[in-house]
């Protein structure tokens, strides 16, 4: 669960929490309400005691003259969890008011108070293996638009004392990788890299997990390596084939304690886990109940998967037709087992391309997924690892290349590198980490910001790509907000000059890419200046065109903002191939949903005529050359808003739509379109000789596209208005032609007069 934290500047007031232990029934403490002082935090009176973890507790609040909630007397909430490295365990989302988390005013002007009991450890849910030592409390009112500054209590936790033995220094083995390395069926070394960008480190580090009974052991005791900046332990007697979860607990005086993942785990196991369903993840393990944050497992003796597809191959990375597909609004089971059961549909669609929204671990179990907790483990909420492998083996029997949706701008703060070196009291990766920004320095910041020119971080971003195209054979990546690879202080207005340090860093990862699969396409969610996206592009990357707005405007029957050639530039404008354009993403509105909104005229009102115009966009679309991207479901004419239950809400299925006459047609022209594609490459490649008219003073003329490669040509005429048209068609050759979705429908002159009604295309070519 995210801490949300919305203080206003103009708002800010200075508190009070105090906590007081149980009193003793012949030593009452009756707490001078009078003395408690507001405009202080994480100060101790000598009236109170310093609570304790399996104790109850009661906070004080007391707001001051000057404070917000002086003379306050509606409900106040608390905002409240545990804080260690970050804040856990926190009680309800920002604008739930739960009960259990209302401040009681008591008979002193000012003051309110909330009861913590029986115990800290129970009312907040934490194990008895974890660690307490701070309460952090933002209180605010019911609907947040006062609140306090973040607040905190210290907290006593005798009964998780450790008595910490003395570290045995010792040089790291030879030939290890940070991670997991599996020395043979039996022994395992586990390596981690911890040294922070001042040069200091943790005191102590071991390893616990179901060997050690979640519980630090001499036997687990990790050595350092001060030359090489790592821990490490190995660990030996396994099982073959049995898998040990298990996590590193770091102390130090100063720091306190982390308790971390690996950050090269190949599995995850959250708290969340109990809410993912057995079919999803048959004998998913339960969450081990004596510790807590995300949790690491290693494997000796894994059995390899058995691919039925030894060898992929892309036909032509230039004329990809992508799917972009978010497993958990794809299916009503909403995983990976789901999305296989619907195979037949996408390979009739004739998509040669998926790509899938972010599958890596991730924060909770329903997320669009860029919210990367994890890199190295796929997210159990859609399925298996065997199963990310069946599914990918199966898209490539079919001849679908699956393309990875990856997110190393930023990660969440479970990540085990922001965990490390963390500051609970803002927040956010401590000044000390010396993989993230303390803030991002760009404008595009969502959750802790990787340092790309940190060479660490680039190791472990290309090791991860490595990873990810041997150990699952997926064909390529999506990059997410490649903008932000940036270490430039730059705003909304300079984010996207030219910065030759980000280039650098892009083509680093692509050649990385390239070493190992050199077919492997790579997409980068850009969005710069023309320049800086032309020279990743003349390396053989790929970014993103979004024409989404113009395409809308068209689906609405409108006009204004309707040119659509942003989609195709030229060839020397751009290298070819260079632009994924698309009409749809997960980023965009659906066009249908604004026609069926905002639509002019009968469009509104009329579900053939919106599916018309959704098929005469897709008509002005996948005839333009290059790599083109549908958004799920587009094909159907999709028109639930992308707000529907909140913009990354999940959205609701309509395979139903399948038995609409009309969805059912704009499918087919999907179809029809994409197949066209695939059976005349060469009328898409780029030595075919293509134009077209769609800017918006085409719009009262018609608007036209064709291609010419050799003998064969195709020409597109359609009404983009919304009233019938009579336009004049000019062939680019003598002959016949014939409409290629009517053969009965033919003309062997040059020049023709053709009345079209509203939304209606012709798509005419010489040959059979």
């Known amino acids: 669960m995210l801490r949300r934290l919305t203080s206003l500047p103009f708002l800010l007031c200075l508190v009070w929490a105090l906590s007081a232990c149980e009193p003793q029934p012949e030593q009452p403490i009756a707490p001078d309400l009078t003395e408690l002082p507001a405009g202080l935090s994480g100060f101790a009176l000598p009236d109170y005691a310093t609570p304790q973890a399996d104790k109850a507790c009661v906070l004080y609040y007391k707001a001051g003259g000057a404070f917000p909630f002086s003379g306050h007397t509606d409900a106040l909430y608390a905002h409240i969890g545990l804080v260690s490295h970050e804040w856990t365990h926190v009680q309800a989302n920002w604008n739930t008011n739960l009960e259990k988390c209302r401040f009681i005013p008591t008979d002193e002007p000012n003051v309110w108070q909330l009861e913590i009991a029986p115990t800290i450890r129970h009312w907040f849910g934490a194990t008895d293996g974890e660690v307490i030592n701070k309460i952090g409390v933002v209180v605010r009112n019911t609907n947040g638009t006062k609140q306090t500054i973040d607040l905190f209590c210290t907290v006593e936790d005798n009964a998780n004392n450790i008595t910490y033995d003395k570290v045995e220094k010792a040089p790291l083995p030879a030939g290890l990788e940070y991670g997991i390395n599996y020395i043979n069926d039996s022994t395992v070394t586990l390596v981690l890299k911890e040294q922070d960008n001042n040069g200091d480190s943790y005191d102590y580090a071991y390893v616990i997990g179901d060997f050690s009974q979640w519980e630090c052991q001499n036997d687990y005791a990790m050595k350092r390596d001060e030359e090489a900046g790592c821990w490490w332990c190995t660990l030996k007697g396994l099982e073959p084939g049995k898998e040990y979860r298990f996590?590193?607990?770091?102390?130090?005086?100063?720091?306190?304690?982390?308790?971390?993942?690996?950050?090269?785990?190949?599995?995850?196991?959250?708290?969340?886990?109990?809410?993912?369903?057995?079919?999803?993840?048959?004998?998913?393990?339960?969450?081990?109940?004596?510790?807590?944050?995300?949790?690491?497992?290693?494997?000796?003796?894994?059995?390899?998967?058995?691919?039925?597809?030894?060898?992929?191959?892309?036909?032509?990375?230039?004329?990809?037709?992508?799917?972009?597909?978010?497993?958990?609004?794809?299916?009503?089971?909403?995983?990976?087992?789901?999305?296989?059961?619907?195979?037949?549909?996408?390979?009739?669609?004739?998509?040669?391309?998926?790509?899938?929204?972010?599958?890596?671990?991730?924060?909770?179990?329903?997320?669009?997924?860029?919210?990367?907790?994890?890199?190295?483990?796929?997210?159990?909420?859609?399925?298996?690892?065997?199963?990310?492998?069946?599914?990918?083996?199966?898209?490539?029997?079919?001849?679908?290349?699956?393309?990875?949706?990856?997110?190393?701008?930023?990660?969440?703060g479970s990540h085990p590198m922001a965990r490390m070196y963390w500051d609970a009291a803002n927040n956010c990766t401590a000044p000390n980490n010396p993989w993230f920004n303390v803030s991002a320095p760009h404008p595009y910041s969502v959750f802790h910001d990787w340092n790309h020119e940190n060479e660490e971080v680039r190791a472990y971003v290309k090791r991860n790509l490595e990873y990810l195209l041997t150990e699952y054979r997926v064909d390529g990546f999506r990059f997410d907000l490649t903008k932000g690879f940036t270490q430039r202080r730059c705003s909304e207005s300079t984010a996207s000059n030219y910065d030759q340090a980000r280039i650098d860093i892009l083509t680093n990862y692509y050649e990385a890419i390239k070493a190992v699969?050199?077919?492997?396409?790579?997409?980068?969610?850009?969005?710069?200046?023309?320049?800086?996206?032309?020279?990743?592009?003349?390396?053989?990357?790929?970014?993103?065109?979004?024409?989404?707005?113009?395409?809308?405007q068209?689906?609405?029957?409108?006009?204004?903002?309707?040119?659509?050639?942003?989609?195709?530039?030229g060839k020397n404008a751009m290298p070819f191939g260079g632009y994924v354009g698309f009409m749809e993403s997960h980023d965009e509105e659906r066009t249908s949903y604004k026609a069926k909104t905002w639509g002019a005229g009968e469009i509104s009102k009329s579900l053939a005529e919106?599916?018309?115009?959704?098929?005469?966009?897709?008509?002005?679309?996948?005839?333009?050359?290059?790599?083109?991207?549908?958004?799920?479901?587009?094909?159907?004419?999709?028109?639930?808003?992308?707000?529907?239950?909140?913009?990354?809400?999940?959205?609701?299925?309509?395979?139903?739509?399948?038995?609409?006459?009309?969805?059912?047609?704009?499918?087919?022209?999907?179809?029809?379109?994409?197949?066209?594609?695939?059976?005349?490459?060469?009328?898409?490649?780029?030595?075919?000789?293509?134009?077209?008219?769609?800017?918006?003073?085409?719009?009262?003329?018609?608007?036209?596209?064709?291609?010419?490669?050799?003998?064969?040509?195709?020409?597109?005429?359609?009404?983009?208005?919304?009233?019938?048209?009579?336009?004049?068609?000019?062939?680019?050759?003598?002959?016949?032609?014939?409409?290629?979705?009517?053969?009965?429908?033919?003309?062997?002159?040059?020049?023709?007069?053709?009345?079209?009604?509203a939304g209606e295309y012709r798509m005419f070519v010489n040959f059979q």
Not at 716 to 732: A, C, S
Request: charged fraction near 20%; charge should be negative; glycine fraction near 6%.
């Open 247 to 412: 996590q590193y607990h770091l102390y130090d005086k100063a720091w306190g304690v982390a308790r971390i993942a690996d950050p090269y785990t190949e599995i995850v196991y959250s708290i969340d886990d109990k809410w993912i369903s057995s079919s999803t993840y048959p004998t998913l393990s339960s969450y081990p109940t004596t510790t807590s944050g995300n949790v690491g497992a290693l494997q000796t003796g894994q059995k390899a998967y058995e691919w039925n597809m030894e060898t992929y191959t892309i036909d032509d990375p230039n004329n990809l037709i992508i799917y972009e597909l978010l497993l958990r609004d794809f299916t009503a089971s909403k995983d990976l087992a789901g999305a296989l059961k619907r195979m037949d549909y996408l390979d009739s669609l004739g998509i040669n391309a998926i790509e899938l929204m972010p599958v890596q671990e991730f924060d909770g179990n329903n997320s669009w997924g860029y919210n990367p907790a994890a890199y190295f483990a796929m997210d159990k909420a859609y399925g298996t690892r065997e199963m990310y492998k069946q599914f990918i083996d199966e898209c490539h029997r079919r001849g679908i290349a699956v393309i990875l949706d990856v997110v190393y701008n930023h990660a969440t």
């Open 517 to 552: 699969r050199p077919d492997a396409v790579v997409i980068l969610e850009h969005f710069c200046c023309d320049d800086e996206e032309r020279k990743l592009t003349e390396q053989g990357m790929k970014v993103w065109r979004n024409v989404n707005n113009a395409y809308c």
């Open 610 to 757: 919106r599916m018309q115009r959704a098929a005469l966009n897709a008509a002005f679309f996948f005839t333009v050359p290059g790599p083109k991207m549908v958004w799920q479901f587009g094909e159907l004419g999709y028109d639930h808003s992308i707000e529907k239950n909140g913009r990354t809400g999940e959205k609701p299925l309509c395979w139903e739509y399948l038995e609409v006459p009309e969805r059912k047609a704009l499918y087919n022209t999907y179809s029809q379109f994409i197949k066209f594609r695939q059976a005349y490459p060469k009328l898409f490649n780029s030595t075919a000789d293509f134009s077209w008219k769609v800017g918006s003073n085409n719009w009262s003329t018609g608007r036209y596209v064709q291609s010419i490669s050799g003998e064969q040509a195709f020409v597109v005429v359609g009404n983009f208005d919304t009233h019938p048209q009579t336009l004049t068609v000019e062939f680019p050759t003598t002959g016949l032609w014939t409409n290629h979705f009517d053969a009965a429908e033919y003309y062997t002159e040059q020049q023709i007069s053709l009345t079209l009604s």
């Open 554 to 569: 068209t689906a609405m029957g409108y006009v204004s903002d309707s040119d659509l050639s942003a989609l195709w530039t």
